[in-house]
Each structure stands twice: as structure tokens, then as C-alpha cells.
């Protein structure tokens, strides 16, 4: 992750966020880069269901964003500390993990390759170990997980850790 963060983008791309996660906590102001036709259809549905929102919630969000660079740099300080570290967790998987490296924000999205169950999987490592993962069931994809890595840095450590003795000893008696 070098220079600056850019949304993904293609024709078969849609990426959205919000000023709630990266920068202020509890505002309601996102935004959304597609192809123009999902644009349009979002326009739409954004007049359906919100129409307007108050002018003091649009002008902090108008302020976060010209400040973005002061309130981003901590986010990008953690995901650049963070992602070499999930990089060396998987190369250390020996083929029980597979994923292709984000180019871009805090999640990926690995293949669990040995759990046939990845949710009973995701069940387990969350009573056992108090880590999170969200079963790729929820995407579609039933053989993976998110796998969010934007917090701090020795959580994430930590989670990794438990996640790869989970995956060391999954299915053994």
C-alpha cells in the first residue's frame, strides 16, 4: 500500500464508503464510485429513502472531507504497519490459505483451503479464541472470510495467531 488510497475501479466495480469509518464515528454521509448507470440508480434511491439530510450533518461531512488528509493519515499508517504482516501470516499457511493481496483498503478475502465447514469454522474461532471472521457464506463465496486487518496492530497479531492454530489443527481427532 504506497501512495494514496484509490477505490477500486472498473466497469464491473462499485465502491463504497462512508465518512463514518475512516474519518468521524456516527456520521451518516457516504459516498459511491461505479459506472454511471449504478450512479444514477443510487441518486434514486438515495431521494427514496433519505431525500435530504441536515445541513449540520452535510457541512461536518463537507469539513471531513477537506481535511481528509489530516484524518486519513492514522488509517493509512495502521494499513500500511498492518498489511505486511498479514502478507508473512499467509506465506506462513503452507497452502491452507489462499487470497489475492488488496490493492487497496483494509480486508481481504482468503480461501480457507483444508475447512470444508468455513462457517462451523468461524463459529469455533469466535467462541474459543474471541476472534471475528465473517464466513464468505454471507458474500456468496462459502469457502472464505473477511478478513478486516485496519484495527491495531497487536490485535490483529493476535487474531492471526489464533486463526493459524485453528487452521493447524482443524479436523485432527
Keep these: 500500500m504506497t501512495g494514496t ?8 466495480t462499485e465502491s463504497t464508503s462512508s465518512t463514518a469509518r475512516p ?4 456520521l451518516r454521509v457516504g459516498w459511491c464510485f461505479a459506472p454511471p448507470d ?3 440508480a443510487c441518486v434514486r ?10 445541513l449540520l450533518v452535510e457541512l461536518v461531512a463537507i469539513r471531513a472531507v477537506e481535511r481528509a488528509d ?5 488509517r493509512l499508517v495502521q494499513a500500511r504497519t498492518n498489511l505486511p504482516l498479514v502478507e508473512q501470516w499467509m506465506t506462513e499457511q503452507d497452502g491452507r490459505v489462499s487470497w489475492v493481496r488488496p490493492d487497496g483498503g483494509v480486508v481481504a478475502f482468503p480461501r480457507l483451503n483444508t475447512v470444508p465447514d468455513v462457517e462451523d469454522f468461524c463459529h469455533r474461532l469466535m467462541r474459543v479464541h474471541r476472534v471475528l471472521l465473517v464466513p464468505g457464506s454471507c458474500f456468496g463465496f462459502p469457502a472464505h472470510v473477511r478478513l478486516g486487518f485496519g484495527g491495531r496492530t497487536q490485535e490483529l497479531a493476535d487474531g492471526l495467531a489464533a486463526l493459524g492454530s485453528l487452521l493447524r489443527t482443524w479436523g485432527q481427532p
Design 38 to 40: 449504478v450512479i444514477r
Design 45 to 54: 434511491w438515495r431521494d427514496y429513502t433519505t431525500l435530504a439530510l441536515s
Design 5 to 12: 488510497p484509490r477505490p477500486a475501479s472498473s466497469a464491473k
Design 70 to 74: 489530516t484524518l486519513l493519515q492514522p
Design 23 to 26: 474519518t468521524v464515528t456516527g
